[in-house]
């Protein structure tokens, strides 16, 4: 049972690019999110989904779009990548015992 | 809006020695409350959660924490560390899981960098 697994685990991008973090979770959970990992400030969520085709905006979305077109897959898009971004990236889905199972992490640095 | 305070951004403790960890929570109805652990360079990990009911809860690895409704409280401890609990640990707190209603979220602390020292 892989969990959640988050690709790529690094990546560096020019300011301007775009890229996509992929996210894929085995575990047939409806709720999927994406949070946002910066010293200091704790995880902040960027948007998640209640179930396919349903999504909705977290604490700090701009700058972001996502997507959920079946259960297993939630991909987080950069649309124009900007040094504000540089940040580390978790993926979780909600198990029903409340908890949240979190992927291992994509390290992005935005130059 | 909810918020969750923790106190101490880094924590050292001597391997062998008790740990208590500090988490103040500012929540409007009942709280659901957690404490998930990140080991260096990977996701984070439920330690344990309070719901209800007892309000001494146990988690994994040997800890447990309390819910305190009078301090707005729920903090962490280990009667005795092991060099392996060197992590960044993370309050939270939130709605019932699986229900959101509207922009309620689930909150989470800045951390805790716990070092422990042979």
């Known amino acids: 049972n892989a969990g959640v697994t988050q690709t790529p685990k690094f990546q560096v991008l020019k300011t301007g690019q775009s890229m996509t973090l992929q996210c894929a979770q085995d575990?047939?959970?409806?709720?999927m999110s994406w949070y946002r990992q910066d010293p200091g400030m704790g995880l902040r969520l960027i948007h998640y989904s209640v179930g396919a085709g349903i999504t909705d905006q977290g604490e700090v979305p701009n700058g972001y779009n996502v997507s959920r077109s079946t259960t297993e897959d939630f991909p987080l898009r950069l649309l124009s990548a900007a040094p504000s971004q540089t940040s580390v990236y978790f993926c979780a889905s909600l198990g029903g015992s409340g908890e949240l199972f979190f992927g291992e992490g994509s390290r992005l640095t935005v130059l | 809006a909810q918020s969750v305070t923790q106190p101490d951004i880094h924590i050292t403790v001597s391997e062998g020695a008790s740990l208590e960890l500090r988490c103040n929570y500012s929540y409007g109805a009942t709280p659901y409350l957690f404490w998930y652990v990140q080991s260096p360079g990977q996701g984070l990990q439920l330690l344990l959660k309070y719901f209800s009911g007892d309000t001494l809860v146990q988690g994994i690895k040997g800890f447990e924490a309390e819910f305190k409704r009078s301090q707005s409280s729920f903090n962490l401890r280990k009667p005795s560390v092991h060099w392996s609990d060197a992590a960044e640990y993370f309050c939270?707190?939130?709605?019932?899981?699986?229900?959101?209603?509207?922009?309620?979220?689930?909150?989470f602390g800045t951390g805790t960098r716990l070092t422990i020292i042979p």
């Open positions: 575990m047939n959970h409806e709720y």
């Open positions: 939270a707190v939130g709605p019932f899981p699986w229900v959101v209603f509207g922009n309620e979220k689930l909150t």
